[in-house]
């Protein structure tokens, strides 16, 4: 096959640099944008925040540095070649930096100037407490073992996840020890290691699967009395059938009575399945929510603002700019100030692309959760679930212009926080639902109306997905009864067999 060149013109759509990191700060939450900030700031030294002391520190700092290599590059300016590697820095220009009046290019405040007050002396909560596995090694420190014993503990205690549970099988843990730390043990040995794990607080924790975790638990108040015995029985005899609310057969094989099966259930239920839960750990923190707006109904007037308490206010170094223009009134210019400007130039241009996406993310925040504000007026206003309308990512992108993916990024990751509680803005999108007067509401109404009809239920004769479509159809809803069954599963709400209570 021969070889050919030839010409091809092509039209393509590429992202400039500043428009990827736009879309990247974005969608960050607020919590997440103060962590951005700072690795920006320890990247570029030419971007600083507000701090007058840290800045003048900073300005004497670099004025010093940027003097010393000067005089050095002055004792070396005979030996350059001017004819040479110099010309790649003749054509430096850098009048956009160093205009006389323009001292406040680029300085800009990430808070809004209309901003109140008061929001400076908010406290951004922040989670700081002993760490599972931490709080797991301390307690393990009062037995009294020795060392190959202990490394074999810490090795189960490792294993255990989030919940509390040890989800792998004893043999692995002896051929992790065996391969990895040279440690040989048996599955016996790790087992009574395990056995006395279990005893450790919170109850329950070190179990291989549920009905183990109930198991430890309920040894532990097994003093209690008769009731706590035959929670033991069920739970280790008839799990299954307790699981499956087959409650006829439990009554029959332990022949016990409607009133000892409440209080076995009542036992049962207290316990917690998730033991490991009620300590810190890695995701816990996620349980804390930063809000990233706030909406307030000032008499009847909504008024929003952007959270901007995680961010700093940043702006250009001084100092640097008073470098360039150091150097734009020397009359001596060799090629070591050269590169120092052109790495300076870069730095600032840098800083100044990041202020600008930091604006322009503030500017969009605002503007979409505004005409989200405006859609959903009458559910700020009230609070009620069912005043709020159908809405997806095309109606805002329409009104403020932006793209769709967009909104996307806005809406993800995203809290605002009202007078009736926090909310993510994905809270607020949900398809439409025609009525049978032809009228579209939101899903997020009709899923308000089935969880209360489900609340007002008969424990003991609870609603069926068809009796529960025959009573929306009833209020108006035009519904199928495959897609109340869909709502409920994504309301979490089992089937009526299992929601049914002695």
Request: hydrophobic residues 30%; aromatic residues 8%.
């Amino acid at each position: 096959m021969a070889l050919s060149q030839g010409l091809q013109q092509r039209l393509l759509q590429k992202l400039s640099p500043q428009q990827i990191q736009l879309m990247k700060l974005l969608q960050l939450p607020t919590a997440i944008l103060e962590e951005r900030i700072k690795e920006e700031l320890e990247e570029n030294p030419a971007l600083e925040t507000g701090d007058e002391a840290e800045e003048k520190e900073e300005f004497e700092n670099s004025t010093e540095e940027f003097e010393t290599e000067r005089e050095e590059g002055d004792n070396e300016a005979d030996d350059f070649d001017l004819n040479g590697s110099e010309n790649e820095y003749e054509q430096i220009d850098i009048s956009d930096y160093v205009q006389e009046g323009d001292d406040e290019i680029a300085d800009y405040k990430l808070r809004d100037d209309n901003y109140p007050d008061t929001e400076d002396n908010k406290v951004i909560p922040h989670k700081i407490e002993t760490g599972f596995n931490e709080f797991m090694l301390e307690q393990l420190g009062m037995l009294n073992l020795n060392e190959h014993q202990h490394r074999i503990a810490e090795q189960i205690i490792g294993n255990l996840d989030d919940d509390g549970y040890l989800r792998r099988d004893i043999s692995a843990i002896t051929d992790d020890l065996a391969f990895r730390q040279n440690i040989q043990t048996t599955d016996e040995e790790i087992t009574q290691l395990l056995l006395q794990i279990q005893q450790f607080d919170p109850p329950g924790i070190g179990a291989r699967n549920l009905q183990e975790c109930l198991l430890l638990q309920l040894e532990r108040k097994s003093s209690e009395g008769r009731s706590i015995e035959l929670a033991m029985k069920v739970l280790e005899k008839y799990f299954d059938e307790f699981t499956k609310k087959h409650y006829e057969k439990i009554q029959r094989g332990l022949n016990i009575s409607d009133e000892q099966l409440k209080d076995i259930i009542n036992q049962i239920i207290r316990l917690n399945p998730k033991p490991g839960s009620t300590i810190g750990g890695a995701n816990k923190g996620e349980s804390y929510i930063i809000p990233d707006f706030f909406i307030i109904n000032n008499n009847g007037k909504l008024e929003l603002t952007l959270n901007s308490k995680n961010a700093p206010d940043l702006r250009i170094s001084e100092g640097y700019r008073d470098m360039l223009k150091d150097y734009d009134r020397g009359s001596k210019k060799d090629r070591r100030q050269k590169e120092a400007v052109l790495f300076i130039k870069q730095k600032i241009d840098a800083a100044k692309w990041f202020i600008d996406a930091i604006k322009q993310r503030q500017h969009t925040l605002i503007s979409t959760m505004t005409t989200i504000m405006n859609y959903q007026y009458d559910f700020f206003i009230t609070g009620d679930e069912t005043e709020l309308r159908p809405m997806i990512l095309k109606d805002i992108a329409e009104k403020t212009n932006l793209d769709i993916s967009t909104v996307s990024r806005v809406a993800n990751s995203k809290f605002v926080q009202t007078e009736f509680g926090t909310y993510r803005l994905k809270f607020f999108f949900s398809e439409s639902l025609q009525t049978d007067s032809g009228e579209e509401v939101s899903t997020r109404e009709v899923k308000k109306i089935l969880s209360d009809l489900i609340e007002g239920e008969s424990k003991k004769h609870p609603l069926s997905d068809e009796r529960l479509t025959e009573l929306l159809q009833e209020k108006g809803y035009n519904i199928a009864r495959r897609t109340v069954a869909k709502y409920r599963e994504q309301l979490n709400v089992p089937v009526a067999r299992l929601r049914k209570e002695l």
